[in-house]
């Protein structure tokens, strides 16, 4: 991953997101297929977070197009219909490899910014929900909360992918903070989540000191949405990680998700950079 990335230069990634991708590939080792030269590996195609990277030392030899065959395999095994693969805009050889392996453009994930000086209000919650963290010894059932969060994106332009063995394991990450996790449920039944945000604080590649804040998620359960919920977790999210010392705050939200994207441009939120998402039917 440092190798490509050295070479690759893509926008928005950097070293420290290299340890970030391992900790939500560890857990699930049968979703990552890899290719092999002499022993050791070169190359790498994780579907589930639509990274396909070739160590640049060991490129044309055809382990990429090995790796999207292998990749839509396990993609089909999985009952996904597509594959969804991020190609780099900016490297004219990764738009051509896509092309030549039955890839089209679909759609683009965008990182959204908001300027350390721009102003949002304080979260509001009507008094029919009540809110907390997550707490580890309350919420132990994982095949509950993966089928919740599988809910809460019903209708997302990209389905998700979420399994138990994931959530344990980026839940057991050294770094992990239940106090970023916030919950909104039902007064009359508080052990059901209605709606939720996850945000994330960190000090990558950044000058000592300087903090970066990350709404990582935001969903609502469909029978809950137009009520301004999500709208009181983005401002929540972001109050909370000011309050912690972030200037900086990003998240990343799909193109197509035209609701989420004018709530977030409402809060002063700005696309800066272009992640776009190749696809190849599974089948066929």
């Not at 990764?94 to 102003?119: C, D, K, Q």
Request: charged share 20%.
């Amino acid at each position: 991953m440092a190798a490509s990335l050295a070479t690759d230069g893509i926008p928005g990634f950097t070293a420290a997101d290299i340890e970030r991708a391992m900790v939500r590939i560890l857990p699930d080792p049968d979703g990552t297929v890899v290719a092999v030269e002499d022993g050791s590996v070169v190359g790498y195609c994780t579907p589930h977070h639509d990274d396909l990277t070739v160590l640049p030392g060991s490129r044309r030899r055809g382990h990429g197009r090995r790796l999207v065959d292998a990749a839509r395999a396990l993609a089909r095994q999985r009952g996904q219909p597509e594959l969804q693969l991020y190609v780099p805009s900016h490297l004219p050889a990764s738009i051509a490899f896509a092309e030549s392996n039955g890839l089209a453009y679909r759609s683009s994930l965008w990182m959204f910014v908001l300027p350390a000086t721009h102003a949002v209000p304080a979260p509001r919650f009507e008094s029919d929900v009540m809110t907390r963290t997550w707490d580890p010894q309350r919420d132990v059932d994982l095949e509950g909360w993966t089928a919740f969060l599988h809910q809460a994106f019903e209708g997302h332009p990209t389905p998700m992918t979420w399994t138990p063995a994931v959530i344990r394991g980026v839940h057991a990450a050294p770094d992990f903070d239940p106090n970023g996790i916030l919950i909104v449920a039902a007064t009359d039944t508080p052990d059901v989540p209605v709606a939720f945000a996850r945000i994330e604080l960190f000090e990558r590649d950044r000058p000592a000191g300087e903090r970066v804040g990350d709404v990582g998620l935001l969903g609502v359960i469909p029978s809950w949405r137009g009520r301004g919920l999500g709208r009181a977790l983005l401002r929540w999210g972001v109050t909370t990680l000011r309050a912690s010392g972030a200037g900086r705050i990003e998240l990343s939200v799909e193109a197509a998700n035209e609701r989420a994207t004018g709530l977030y441009r409402a809060h002063g939120f700005e696309p800066t950079i272009e992640w776009p998402h190749w696809v190849a039917k599974t089948q066929g």
